[in-house]
């Protein structure tokens, strides 16, 4: 069922977003652990996939936990879940305590600094979590750091209800650093008995039970990214990107497409244009590389992706047709798929979807 839709044809493509698929993969991935509450990341946007339609699905599948990257994302996660637990990754920039508290939002505090001010400005009235690096090195507080705040009275003072590391290759599942970070952030959660604990995000999920605890943190395999690379993937797909074929041509052998004329037709061969570009978030970089289905065939992408526009070697797809669809996401073309061809990951394909899509929610 299509419960939200633009319908104006004031652009070419159209992006499909299954919210019930984001909620199977929720449930799924909770099954991992079923005495453990699972959260969601809905940062960037719910990956690209549209924050306002993506947490209220969520919300009432049972989700309560949520987190976003930045103070902004969580004042607009504020206005679509009311009661839900919200933190913000990025922590406390300064003077920011005041508008935390007013949109109810717990920030992830990663520096004895972010721990002090916001001590000072909640004196223990309004919860916060404690970020602790295990490996990373990005941010957090160093393990030796966190095991001596254990018994600090500003650890009550700041409210701290979760502490929480990141793991660094779970989907590398015989990776030993997984190993270590659990060994680490094990010694952590035993410094603070009576506070929750998280460790896995989505591949994390996957992982031996020493790294699920008490809440997991998954994100990108919501929206149907594989959480165990290299094996089947197990989440639904989510997002289907589908572009209007502008029109279709026959081009002699030795004829050039696109700018700079970087791709040349080996033979008599038949293209076509699709209304969609790199300003619409589908990477320049699969320029040549990627392809997209036309009636179930797989036709290469030719010549240099533009800004609006996409070129098909279509010649083994006789269905191809002015007004016809070709599918750049979605069928066999998965979000990793179309990563890997275009020299990056799944994540960047997700959170780069543009604004300019006509939009339709499914569920």
Known sequence: MIIAADASPGHGARLTIDLAAIVANWRSLAAHAPQTECGAVVKADAYGCGLAAVAPALWRAGCRTFFVAHLSEGIAARAALPEAALYVLNGLPPGSAETFCAHRLR????????????????????????????????????????????????????????????????????????????????????????????????????????????????????????????????MRPVVRLEAAILQVRDVEAGATCGYNARWQAPAPRRLATLSLGYADGYP??????????????????????????????VTGAPQARRGGKATLIGDALDIDAVGQAAGTIGYEILTGLGSRYVRSYVE
């Not at 990776?175 to 506070?195: E, G, K």
């Not at 320049?284 to 070697?313: F, Q």
């Open 107 to 234: 920030p992830v505090l990663g520096d004895a600094q972010e721990l002090a001010e916001w001590a000072d400005a909640t004196q223990g009235a309004w919860p916060a979590a404690l970020h602790v690096d295990t490996g990373m090195n990005r941010l957090g507080l160093s393990v030796a750091e966190a095991l001596a705040l254990a018994g600090d009275p500003v650890i009550a003072r700041a409210g701290i209800d979760l502490v929480m590391s990141h793991l660094v290759s779970a989907e590398l599942p015989g990776d030993p650093l997984n190993a270590r970070q659990a060994a680490d952030f094990a010694r952590v959660r035993a410094a603070f008995p009576h506070m929750r604990a998280s460790l896995a995000n989505s591949a994390g999920t996957c992982l031996a039970s020493g790294a699920r605890h008490d809440l997991l943190r998954p994100g990108y395999s919501l929206f149907g990214g594989n959480p165990e690379p290299g094996k089947p993937n197990p």
């Open 284 to 313: 320049r970089s699969a320029s040549n590389s990627g392809h997209a289905l036309v009636g179930g065939m797989p036709c290469p992408i030719v010549g240099l992706i533009s800004m609006d526009l996409i070129i098909l070697d």
